[in-house]
C-alpha cells in the first residue's frame, strides 16, 4: 500500500489500437486505466475525430459527478458505457454501427488527485461495408465478330471489394482470349461468337461479405434474310456492272466502225456535183473553130466528136461516113442510100447501086451526143480535124 497523501500516476491503458466491425453489428471499444485515488472525482470524456472530418472533435459521451451524459450527435440513442460507473473500465459501446460512425476515438480519464501520466488513450473504429450486389452490364455491339466489355462495379463496399468473372456450367471459366482486371472489375472479349453466348456471373468480395450478379450475354447471329438482302445487293451490284461494261464495249465498236467506215468511204465517193476538169485552151480554140458555121460545120462537128468520144483513136475511112441518131449508129457512103442500120445497108452492100445518093438532112439540134463520164479528161491537144468530114447541110 501507498503512504496516506502520497498519490501515484494515473495510467490507461488501451487493449487494441483499432476495430474493425460490419455495418449493423455492435462496436466495442475498450479503455482501461489504473488510479490509486477514490473514484468519487472520477471525469471520463470520449472524443471521436470523423473520418468525414479530421480537423473537428466532436464529444461522443461523458461521465462526471457519477452522472453519464449523452451529447447529441450521430451517435444519439447508440452509445454507452459497457459497465456501470463509476469503474476502472471506461469502455464504450456503439449500436448499429454506421459507415459514418469511422474514425479516430479518444479516451480521456481524469481522478483526482491522481494525475500525470498517460491518461488518454486512443483507438480506431473502422465500419466494414460488405460488397452491395454489383451490377452486371454489357458495353459494345452484340453481332459476331464485334469486340465487346463486360462491367461489374458495387455502389458500396469497405474494404473496396474486387471483383470476379466466370462462366456458369462452363469450361473453362473465360475464353482463352478474354482480358479480365480484378480491381476494375472488366472483362474484354474479342471478336465474339455465337459460342460465348450464355451466363455469366461476376462476384465482389471484400473482408467481410460477397455479393454476386448474373448476365444473360446472347451473341447475335446474321440473319437468314439479312443475307439474303445482302447477296441480292451484291448480286445487283454485279449484274449492273455488266451491263455497263457491255454498253461501253458496243459503244466502242460501234464507232470504231463508224470511223472506219468513213475513211474508207471518203476516197472513194463520187460527187455528181462536181465540176468537170478544164479544158484546155487548145480544146477551147477547137470548139470556137468548129461553131464558126452554124448550119455546115455543125454536123461535121457532132460527127467528129461522136467518134472522137466513143472511139477516141479511129482510123478514118474516106468512102464513109457515121451518124449517131440517139442510140442508132448509121453510116453512110458515096453511092449508097440505105442506112447502116438497115438490111443490106452498109459498106459492100448491094443494095441501092446505081442510083443517086441520097444525103440525110441535118438541122441544128437534129440529135444528141452521148453525155460524157465524169473521169474522163479531154486530151491537151486534140488531133487534127480531117477535110474531108465538113458536111454541108442543103438548103431548104
Known sequence: MFPVG??????????????????????????????????????IIWMVTPLSNAHQPVQVILYQAGQVFTIPNQLSGRVGFAVTMPSTSASIFINNTQLS???????????LPDRGGRSIGVIGLTVLVPPSPPSCRVQGNLDVGSDILLLCSSEEGIPTPTYAWERLESMPKLPHSAIQDQMQGTVALRNISVGNSGLYQ???????????????????????QNLGLIAGTVAT???????CSLLVVVTLFYWK????????????????????????SSVKAFHADASSSENDTLTSTNTYNSRYWHNPKPNYDTNSYTRYNGDTRQT????????????????????????????????????????????WSPPTRPPPRPPWCVVTAPSA
Open 202 to 224: 461476376c462476384t465482389a468480395s471484400n473482408a467481410i461479405g460477397k455479393s454476386s450478379c448474373v448476365l444473360n450475354l446472347q451473341v447475335v447471329a446474321p440473319q437468314a
Open 257 to 280: 466502225n463508224k470511223n472506219k467506215y468513213e475513211e474508207d468511204e471518203i476516197p472513194n465517193e463520187i460527187r455528181e456535183d462536181d465540176l468537170p476538169p478544164k479544158r484546155s
Open 332 to 375: 453512110f457512103s458515096p453511092g449508097h442510100t440505105g442506112a447502116g442500120s438497115g438490111a443490106g445497108s452498109g459498106p459492100g452492100s448491094g443494095s441501092g447501086a446505081g442510083s443517086a445518093p441520097t444525103r440525110p438532112a441535118y438541122t441544128n439540134g437534129s440529135h444528141t451526143l452521148p453525155r460524157p463520164r465524169l473521169w
Open 6 to 43: 502520497v498519490s501515484r500516476a494515473l495510467e490507461v491503458t488501451v487493449s487494441q489500437g483499432s476495430v474493425q466491425v460490419a455495418r449493423g453489428q455492435t462496436a466495442l471499444l475498450p479503455c482501461t486505466f489504473t488510479t490509486s485515488a477514490a473514484l468519487n472525482g472520477l471525469n
Open 101 to 111: 460512425d469511422t474514425g479516430t476515438y479518444q479516451c480521456v480519464v481524469n481522478n
Open 237 to 243: 451490284g454485279v449484274l449492273a456492272l455488266i451491263i
